[in-house]
């Protein structure tokens, strides 16, 4: 895996550590799935299979948010969301225009959290089609919304130290206190069944588009994320190495994993 990313959080022109030649081109992948279904876990696997670089736009807001931004594209982002409004589409494509050295990165990259719509997956195609690349796959994660519910809505944090536990698959030593600081287990407001249904509704209605969009074009991987870790990560790398093999004119769309 390829760990320096500090391209990423300024500019894309600064210069990270040398990759290792890789025997085979590198992979250049988007990332997409609604809360709950374990895209975090299986980004930090899937980046350390293929040696690519994860670029998840949710770090670079929370740098700016703490370190401040440092171009203009970063500047406009931080303004909307300090207002409470979306980042507008172009505040975003320009964000990462102007990271566009990440895109191009010799070792490959995972895109987290964009594209977020069509535009936005309009915008990354010309920009990969201005250097000669393109996008190999779109893996989407996909879970039952009663199989979320049950896994955010045993999730529980700690009100001092912000650990994270689950009720069933990681449940503290003694109910409901913090066995890293003692203190007290919290159920986040939003991972009620009601509020977590409400996230799924959104989540759904806001990807469908990109969803087709990427479908139609025969790169949109469909993966079942119910299971363990390893199980997820050996169905995602499995269908993936299967999918990568035909070239792209021989794909056909609706690409299920299960």
Known sequence: MHPNRDGWFSDGNVPCDPVPPLSKRPLRMVLMGPPGVGKGTQATRICKSFRTCHLATGDLFRNAQCEGPATPAMKAALAAMQQGRLVPDDVVIEMVRERSGCLKCQGGCLLDGFPRTVRQAEALDQMLDEFGAHLDAVIAFEMAIEAIVARLGGRRTCRSCRAVFHETSNPPATPGICDQCGGNLVRREDDTPEAIRTRMEVYDHE?????????????????????SPQEVFNRTIGCLSSFLVPSDAQRAPNHVAR
């Open 207 to 227: 990807s469908r588009p990109l969803m087709e969009y990427y479908d139609a074009g025969g790169r949109l991987l469909r993966v079942t994320a119910d299971g």
